[in-house]
């Protein structure tokens, strides 16, 4: 029986469980942290170790992506055209999701090293590895980018501008306006 891989699972790294997954793991984490954490023998002696600082690297990085992104109007936009501007951006978003995608993935190696077990949703059929829940895949992606780079706090979209909406006490003073003048008496017309 083919080895149940979960969603997200790094391409090129071998089931757990299988000959040569620690191997694999640790090529793959050391490719996803720094160059010199290749100098630290024991990240490569204790692959748990290695998948562990890369997890945190990794939630660092999108963190740090998020903050930059918040931020970039305010700190470049003295300085870069608005096109620039938008370009940095998108540089965020791409970088961004692909830095979720390394950290969700670093996640997942970190516990199959620890010795989780993965199974696979009663609701999924069996099929090759890798390819279990193509849909939930899709799905959880489309759900994971709305919740992913970019967190837009009060950052404003050219996509979606939505009008500013009347504090309420200008609403309480139209409607105290409107009830007024409806509130005055008519003249009768007379019919001559």
């Known amino acids: 029986m083919a080895a149940y891989l979960p969603p997200g699972w790094p391409t090129g790294v071998h089931p757990p469980g299988s000959e040569g997954f620690e191997r694999t793991a640790v090529a793959w984490l050391l490719d996803v942290v720094p160059p010199d954490y290749r100098l630290h023998g024991v990240l490569q002696r204790h692959p748990v170790a290695l998948a562990t600082l890369a997890r945190r690297h990794l939630a ?35 970088e961004g999701q692909r830095l979720v995608t390394a950290a969700g993935a670093a996640d997942l190696v970190e516990r199959a090293l620890r010795g989780k077990e993965f199974t696979p949703p009663l609701h999924e059929a069996p099929g090759p590895p890798g390819q279990q829940g193509q849909e939930e895949q899709q799905e959880r992606r489309g759900q994971q980018e709305q919740q992913e780079l970019p967190e837009r706090h009060g950052q404003p979209t050219r996509e979606k501008q939505r009008p500013r909406q009347p504090p309420p006490v200008k609403q309480q003073q139209k409607r105290a306006t409107a009830a007024a003048s409806s509130a005055k008496p008519r003249r009768k017309q007379t019919v001559s």
Do not use: M
Request: one cysteine or more.
């Open 60 to 94: 660092a990085c999108v963190e740090g992506a998020r903050q930059g992104y918040r931020t970039a109007r305010t700190e470049l936009g003295d300085v870069l055209p608005v096109s620039g501007v938008d370009a940095v951006l998108a540089a965020y978003r791409s």
